[in-house]
């Protein structure tokens, strides 16, 4: 192959994430055709294996959307907010807000609850605006990518559905990195992606579907074509996509979720990012001025948000990433729009450490030595 001028770097961000080798090796595997008995190989132990990543049985449908965690996020409002219906928004930061987004711009009557960054759903302000707005739908994300912060969606769904309304919920950035009780939750709609803790490149939105889901799409005019979970699940009971899928990604889903599920195994995998979640704590608490940025209790099992002493700026942890790179590491300076609005606020920005997917305890351990060593002293 011709020399490119691709970095080798360890990815230390939210996503993308760092990809096994033997992952990388799994994309020479055979094309195939989506139509042909070859592809059932492929996504027949996908879907099965996906299941068991999410604790769910025959009363949950898989569906695999070509796209992202925002394509299957954006189906959930077009399939399942009918006409004239209120979608109440629920967000924690940047990605709670996209969701927001998403039912404004297709239409929705749509309405918000915010929480300060950091802070994690509260559940009596939850019933106070369920009671205000009284939706027929309510969204909330599981893990707040932006902040670092995970929502209680158990308690969080059991408020929304006691009033009657469906629940939707975004586990993009922690599916496949800690127990996700989707049938616990009872949410009707469930959306994931495969580039962040599945250990896999992007290309693929997931989503778990209920039979009440099913029957609320049925109700709902426009839900679109790629956007639409009724047409989607016509080929998914086939073990097909709607559309061409990447076929390569497809390949490499196939090896990983079969290592995830009888190599490593999955209670081995939640405890590893449990591991690595502590390790950053205690790498934090061991830094002068520098402290956890998530509510206490609700610090996500896949990422870590790290607030920065008064004295040091966002081009400073700009300046950290490029010393990091020479060192062979891709780190997050903080999500953007985030850290300007900080900022802006008179408070300090924050830095994020992704530790999710197939990163080892032995590879953060020797990241997080190489950071302490150039992080700005308080």
Do not use: W
């Not at 996504?43 to 068991?52: A, E, H, S």
């Not at 996209?98 to 915010?114: E, F, I, R, S, T």
Request: charged letters at 20%; a neutral charge.
């Amino acid at each position: 192959m011709k020399d490119t001028p691709f970095a080798e770097l360890t990815l230390f961000i939210t996503g993308p994430t760092f990809i096994r080798p033997q992952v990388r090796q799994a994309g020479l595997l055979p094309e195939f055709g989506h139509r042909d008995t070859e592809n059932n190989l492929r996504f027949k132990p996908i879907m099965t294996n996906l299941k068991k990543l999410a604790g769910v049985g025959d009363d949950h449908q898989v569906i695999i959307f070509n796209g992202s965690g925002s394509t299957a996020m954006e189906a959930s409002i077009r399939s399942l907010v009918a006409d004239g219906e209120t979608v109440l928004n629920v967000s924690v930061g940047a990605f709670g807000d996209l969701y927001h987004k998403m039912a404004v711009v297709n239409g929705k009557k749509a309405v918000q609850l915010k929480f300060e960054p950091g802070r994690a759903m509260d559940a009596a302000l939850l019933e106070a605006a369920i009671r205000e707005h009284k939706p027929a739908v309510v969204t909330i994300t599981h893990n707040e990518t932006s902040t670092g912060v995970t929502n209680d969606i158990v308690a969080a769904c059991k408020i929304i559905r006691t009033s009657g309304a469906l629940a939707l919920v975004d586990g993009v950035s922690i599916f496949g990195g800690a127990a996700c009780p989707i049938a616990e939750s009872g949410c009707a709609m469930y959306s994931t992606s495969t580039q962040k803790s599945l250990g896999l490149p992007a290309g693929f939105g997931i989503a778990f579907v209920t039979a009440e889901a099913v029957d609320k799409a049925g109700k709902v005019a426009n839900r679109g074509h790629s956007s639409d979970i009724l047409g989607q699940l016509g080929r998914a009971g086939k073990f097909q996509t709607l559309t061409t899928p990447n076929c390569t990604l497809a390949n490499q889903m196939f090896v990983q979720l079969d290592y995830i599920v009888n190599e490593e195994g999955i209670e081995n995998r939640f405890a590893r990012h449990e591991a690595m979640r502590d390790m950053v704590a205690d790498f934090v608490s061991g830094l002068s001025g520098y402290e956890l940025f998530a509510q206490k209790g609700h610090g996500s099992a896949t990422l870590t948000t790290v607030r920065v002493p008064k004295g040091i700026s966002v081009k400073d942890l700009k300046a950290v990433k490029e010393v990091m790179r020479a060192k062979g590491y891709l780190y997050d300076p903080g999500y953007g729009k985030l850290n300007e609005q900080l900022e802006k606020e008179g408070k300090q920005p924050i830095f994020r450490i992704g530790h999710m997917g197939d990163i080892t305890p032995a590879m953060l351990e020797k990241y997080l030595a190489d950071l302490g060593s150039v992080l700005p002293k308080a």
